[in-house]
């Protein structure tokens, strides 16, 4: 037997022996077939070429194409329809969600362990401060005022528009009181002249209500991680540089809490400011935490400041 290509073979039985096998069900493969993208596995039907198609973290349903999205647990692949659902406000997944008060979706997953009290979220925010202060050294010892909102009052809180949904938002303010008292004679003429000023200084952390605890302890880091940079280094303003040690603050207490899977967003994140900023100081971070300390003083003391 010659083939079509050159090949000899003595037999039927050598020919057939020489043909390539359905890398799924073995059978032998002698008429049309389907080949991988690599050209590496060959397929008999579409039916067996679908059992290697990627599974919807949704419906579990395997399709042939979809959408590959970047939320809190990291990168999940969604068919076509599932990836049109609304997404959930805290985990950045879609899914068949309840809608909020304010117009937030939240997924049923979520919904388990949401923390909607403002007294649990605050006692939350407190139980972070405390550990940044124990384990990473990141204290202030000033007052912060802890605010829970919705989402309509935070986005008014913003001061420019951000990517995404904001969780979370640090705000310091500092005004300059200035009083001025005089004397003056029996005739009128002022003999004295008195000037007081008064620096006043408040800080407060905004958070939304109905978080996942895991994802309240982080953005809560995140928010502290905040207070601390403007308390240590004041005059640093790149905000690529303010949020990208903001969210390897929050990925350290990730990590203390034992949810280190949470860091994957950060990384694959592909924001500049926040995904970029990230990997820049966890660059820098990776050759010591003493290099990272040395940065952000050089970095504060060439700053102009706000």
């Known amino acids: 037997m010659k083939t079509s290509d050159g090949k000899i073979f003595c037999s039927e039985k050598c020919y057939q022996a020489s043909l390539p096998l359905c890398s799924v069900c073995q059978k032998m493969l002698s008429g049309s077939f389907f080949r991988s993208k690599d050209g590496k596995n060959l397929y008999c039907s579409e039916k067996c070429l679908s059992t290697t198609w990627p599974s919807c973290s949704l419906c579990k349903k395997k399709v042939k194409e979809g959408t590959m999205l970047i939320g809190a647990g990291g990168k999940n692949f969604f068919c076509g329809k599932c990836a049109e ?5 805290c985990c950045d997944m879609p899914a068949k969600c309840a809608k909020l008060k304010d117009g937030r979706f939240i997924c049923p997953e979520c919904a388990k362990t949401a923390v909607m009290e403002e007294q649990d979220i605050i006692a939350i925010i407190k139980e972070v401060r405390l550990k940044m202060n124990e384990k990473l050294s990141m204290s202030t010892d000033h007052q912060i005022e802890y605010k829970v909102v919705d989402f309509v009052e935070l986005s008014k809180l913003v001061p420019e528009k951000q990517e995404g949904i904001e969780l979370g938002l640090f705000r310091f303010e ?32 905004y958070v939304l209500y109905g978080m996942t605890k895991d994802k309240l302890i982080e953005v809560a880091a995140h928010e502290l991680a905040h207070d601390w940079m403007k308390a240590s280094y004041p005059r640093i303003a790149d905000l690529k540089v303010k949020e990208g040690f903001a969210e390897y603050a929050a990925s350290k207490v990730n990590a203390l809490y034992g949810r280190e899977s949470m860091n994957g967003r950060m990384q ?5 400011i926040y995904g970029g900023g990230y990997r820049f100081i966890a660059g820098i971070a990776k050759k010591g935490e003493d290099n990272l300390k040395a940065f952000l003083e050089k970095y504060n003391k060439d700053s102009p400041g706000n």
């Open 268 to 272: 694959d994140n592909p924001s500049d």
């Open 85 to 89: 659902l609304p997404r959930c406000f």
């Open 174 to 205: 500092e005004t300059n009181e200035k009083t001025i008292s005089t004397k003056s004679t029996i005739a009128g003429d002022t003999i004295t002249k008195v000037e007081d000023e008064k620096i006043s200084r408040k800080y407060a952390i």
